[in-house]
């Protein structure tokens, strides 16, 4: 395949994970199938392939216009143009997601291996670099903005503006690229993460396993007082602001720097996990029964606390 100056370019990307299948693997029992909960329709099935959930057809896939615009902040922070690049690579996101996931995948197998890698300057660099991209990368965090985008269109129209004024009303992929390809977004992410949390590493103490959904950074960008990031079945990074005041979420506390979750904490940050959803949630089948169970109980209770008033 040739690009418009005729040079060779790679095979292009059809399908693409708006969560990375490094990660999503990291859920797997042999590392490509794991049990999914479609909440659409309420049902969960086992022993799914990874590769075949979290995608969407040429998602990061943009006008090079799109893309510049996204990229104007960069531009004046390096003093160069992008134009050359985005000209010799029509998938600049997904290869630039794709480069930067397989440095994360060999930090995460780090940390695996030695807990106090957590807390390595490089390593939290990198870290924070990757959570923010996932909280902003998904489908459904595009769907929310185009959701926003398009009630605010609908109240300019009644009110008899036109919407082509409203400079600052954009599109749910022209905000999306801005927050993967801007610097503002990602300072912003590093400051909240560096100066509000503390970091601490998660090992699940229960029976219950932490599972993951489509969506499964939304608590980054949303700025919960208590954040759980599994980074597998059985670990996690947890988020806790300074304010010791504040109310959490899991009552397990840390010991050097390290929490052991209970099944009670596991299954709270499982919940949470859910409410992110947007489609699918994925993990053990135990855990997705478990968690599946209490919503519907949760819905149970609610109608009937409803009824009654």
Not at 102 to 121: F, G, S
Not at 206 to 215: P, V
Not at 229 to 247: C, D, L, T, Y
Not at 279 to 289: A, M, T, V
Request: glycine residues 4%; proline residues 3%; aromatic residues 12%.
């Amino acid at each position: 395949m040739l690009n418009k100056r005729g040079k060779s370019v790679g095979k292009k990307v059809i399908n693409q994970h708006y969560v990375p299948q490094m990660y999503l693997s990291r859920f797997c029992s042999d590392g490509k199938h794991f049990d999914v909960w479609n909440i659409r329709n309420d049902a969960v099935i086992p022993h799914q392939q990874v590769r075949n959930f979290a995608a969407k057809r040429y998602f990061y896939d943009a006008d090079n216009t799109v893309l510049k615009s996204a990229l104007s902040e960069m531009e004046v922070y390096y003093g160069t143009s992008f134009s050359p690049f985005l000209e010799e690579n029509d998938q600049f996101v997904e290869k630039g997601l794709s480069r930067a996931e397989a440095d994360i995948a060999n930090t995460l197998k780090q940390i695996d291996k030695d807990h106090n890698r957590l807390y390595e300057d490089d390593v939290r660099i990198k870290l924070i670099i990757f959570l923010h991209d996932l909280a902003f990368r998904t489908e459904a965090y595009r769907n929310q903005i185009d959701n926003i985008s398009n009630q605010l269109r609908s109240h300019l129209l009644r009110l008899g503006i036109d919407s082509a004024q409203a400079k600052e009303l954009h599109t749910g992929q022209e905000t999306q690229l801005y927050q993967l390809l801007g610097i503002s977004p990602l300072l912003k992410t590093a400051e909240k993460l560096e100066t509000r949390y503390l970091w601490y590493f998660g090992t699940v103490g229960g029976t219950q396993k932490l599972i993951i959904s489509d969506n499964p950074a939304q608590g980054i960008w949303l700025g919960f007082n208590d954040i759980c990031f599994p980074i597998s079945g059985e670990q996690a990074i947890i988020f806790r602001v300074k304010n010791q005041n504040a109310p959490i979420i899991s009552s397990d506390m840390p010991v050097q720097n390290e929490i052991t979750l209970s099944d009670r904490s596991v299954l709270k940050y499982n919940i949470i996990q859910s409410s992110y959803a947007n489609r699918f949630i994925f993990g053990d089948k135990e855990s997705l029964q478990c968690c599946r169970w209490l919503w519907k109980f949760h819905e149970v209770t609610s109608s009937k606390r409803n009824l009654s008033l």
